[in-house]
């Protein structure tokens, strides 16, 4: 689960979680009819610089001390090709929740070939403007608009 954002109008700086809880209950019949939930822990942002995660933990951003969980909910699937999906949920950060779409692709379902599990890898997009969440200093020097890149590979528990 990582995000970027223009910086400055010098770079993009790639910025992810690392703690984060994916729970789908697929349904086979009818994708659509599926439920997915994400919970992320703010306090596993990684930058790749300690001085700024701590930044981003501060109340400035995120805020983990007030606001301790991230969650995304999915309110609607529509499916737009053989393998590829509109996913629109509603997406809870600082207390405040908005709706967001994502575009999904569903990479492969397949048992694992290793742990011989049902397994669905899917890769999804969205963005959104961090000031609609609280999250907008700096802007519009820090770009307001940040880009979501998610990887999956969810295995069946």
């Keep these: 689960l990582t995000f970027s954002y223009l910086h400055l109008g010098f770079s993009r700086p790639v910025v992810g979680f690392s703690d984060f809880d994916v729970s789908l209950n697929l349904n086979q019949d009818d994708v659509t009819a599926s439920k997915l939930m994400v919970s992320i822990d703010p306090a596993s942002i990684d930058s790749g610089v300690e001085k700024f995660d701590d930044h981003l933990k501060s109340d400035d951003f995120f805020d983990i001390a007030t606001y301790s969980d991230i969650s995304f909910s999915a309110t609607g699937i529509e499916m737009t090709g053989e393998n590829t999906m509109t996913i629109t949920g509603d997406l809870t950060m600082k207390g405040i929740t908005k709706p967001i779409s994502l575009d999904a692709t569903v990479n492969k379902a397949a048992n694992h070939p290793m742990r011989k599990t049902p397994t669905i890898g ?36």
Excluded: C, F, H
């Design 122 to 157: 899917i890769s999804a997009s969205g963005k959104l403007m961090r000031s609609d969440w609280d999250l907008g200093r700096y802007a519009p020097n820090v770009g307001d608009e940040v880009t979501l890149n998610i990887q999956v590979e969810l295995i069946k528990s």
